[in-house]
């Protein structure tokens, strides 16, 4: 419509714009507001402009910077500092013609699947205002089902994408590892993908088409893929062997009937569609116990934060400038020597290989998105006198997704249901190692059978 004239892309950022104004007070999803900086480049853009998602408004997780624009990873250490670059990620946004309106909500550092900083207070979801969006992207999810914005940017190192898509109704891919840079101020990252939350498999592939690549400097990158994601989407699955996994990654967990419902009613939709569908009872993950060497992993990206908060402060952090989960970890990390580091990332990675090798027959697997309806807000924040404790029940509510974060396999969390209660009820789809192309192509199968994008949340 911007291309063609029959809507101006100022018409189009406005109208985000007087979204967000109006619901932001209730559902709290934004940590900056860009309205003048959003309008300003919106009227640069003509009718005709050839970029593909010219005029288009998109809002920014608040843990990757923008140029000039605060980056607060939701903790008071980093206070209002203002980067002078874009991420590798948002600049390839900005030049595909996305128009950034703001920057998003997360738990303090990306640590929990809920939304509930000490700085910003909790996000909550527009289905239900008494629940959790989800996180950490949970912003960025809260924004899009919401209305505020079509699409939104997430990141993904346990889940953060899917677990906010699955809460909201959304869209949530985490791509392959190494499809998407993380820097330029990051290295490679054995956990963390970036990628988007959107309303339809379509918006989600063509995205990733302009995401994925190499960056000069990138240790390792995903092979690219002929032809690109967003054709891949739309090509014919085939007859795949499906694979179902109803057993979580974390013994603790119990399986609400509700999600159990819909993974197990998404494997008959796929056997319909004529796949080939069996259990996978156990699954390769069933007793290993990966909780501990993950925290070991994913922790000394967290103290690193905490680390740079304080030099941006001009001072050794403290106790008082962060959470109580966050503090636990940095402590836990400063203890922590670097051979039980590299211990753990090494039986990370000898895990991943060998349940990526018993996955190998199949195409896809299917298992429930979480494992528990969307929380309610207050109930896991890290702000307690055991933070511990919050950081393991977020374990019990999320324990099919960490696990494609050790692989580094793609996976896709699709909203196909809806429960009795009105809430999303969404399945993950994990594929074969840098296959999202087939990951793509299934999703877009079951969306065709199961239409998703019209269903929205009454505000």
Known sequence: MVRAGELSATELVGESLDRIAALEPSVNAFTHVAAEEALAQAARIAPGDPRPFAGVPI???????????????????????????????????????????????????????????????????????????????????????????????????????????????LVGLKPARGRVSVGPDRGQSFLVGDGVLSRTVADTAAVLDLLAGYEPGDATWAPPLAGGFAAAARLPAGRLRIGVALGPALEAAELDPVCLAAAESAAA???????????????????????????????????????????????EPTEADVEPLTWKIYEHIRAQDTLTY??????????????????????????????????????VHGLGPDPWDHYRRSGAFTPYTAIVNVTGQPAISLPLYQGEDGLPTAVQLIGRPAREDVLLAVATQLEDTLPWADRRPEL
């Open 269 to 315: 939709l796929l056997e319909s569609l004529g796949h080939h569908v069996e259990s996978l009872d156990p699954p390769p993950w069933a007793g290993r116990d990966l909780l501990p060497d993950f925290t070991r992993a994913f922790g000394p990206g967290i103290a690193m934060t905490v680390a740079i908060g304080g030099r941006l402060a001009g001072r």
């Open 59 to 169: 809002a920014i997780k608040d843990n990757r910077p923008v140029k000039d624009m605060p980056l607060t990873m939701c903790s008071e250490l980093w206070g209002d500092f203002c980067p002078g670059h874009d991420a590798f990620s948002v600049r390839r946004l900005r030049e595909a013609g996305f128009v950034i309106v703001g920057k998003t909500a997360l738990p303090e550092n990306g640590i929990l699947p809920t939304t509930e900083s000490r700085r910003n207070g909790p996000t909550r979801n527009p289905w239900d205002l008494g629940l959790t969006p989800g996180g950490s992207s949970g912003g960025s999810g809260a924004a899009v089902a919401a209305g505020m914005v079509p699409i939104a940017h997430g990141n993904d190192g346990g889940g953060s994408t899917r677990i906010p898509a699955a809460c909201c109704g």
């Open 342 to 379: 590299v211990e753990a990332q090494s039986r990370l990675e000898r895990a991943a290989r060998e349940i990526v090798t018993a996955l190998e027959p199949y195409d896809i697997v299917v298992t429930p998105a979480l494992a528990r309806r969307p929380l309610p807000v207050g109930e």
